[in-house]
């Protein structure tokens, strides 16, 4: 798993039953990913596109990972906010 943004790691821990950390901005917004497998500590800051860790399995089948994006006291939509939303297109 790669980071999806530049920033600092503010919080890198286990939540209940998942690892998950989470990146600050420059601009303050935080972006969570969980499940996270850890094989080394995460660096202090990261770059977007570092590799910080891989997608924990057993969460679902196949592997997934969700990705969480807070604005100020807004949680928003981390895919159109991102620019990773996937556009539905029809083929025929």
Known sequence: MRAPVSGSVSFSGRVVDRVVITITTAEGHKVT????????????????????????RGHCSGGCLHIGLRVG??????ARELGIERRAVLVE
């Open 73 to 78: 006291d807004q949680y928003r939509s981390p």
């Open 33 to 56: 990913l969980e499940p996270v497998e850890l094989d080394r500590e995460p660096p202090k800051t990261v770059r977007a596109g570092e590799r910080i860790g891989l997608v924990a």
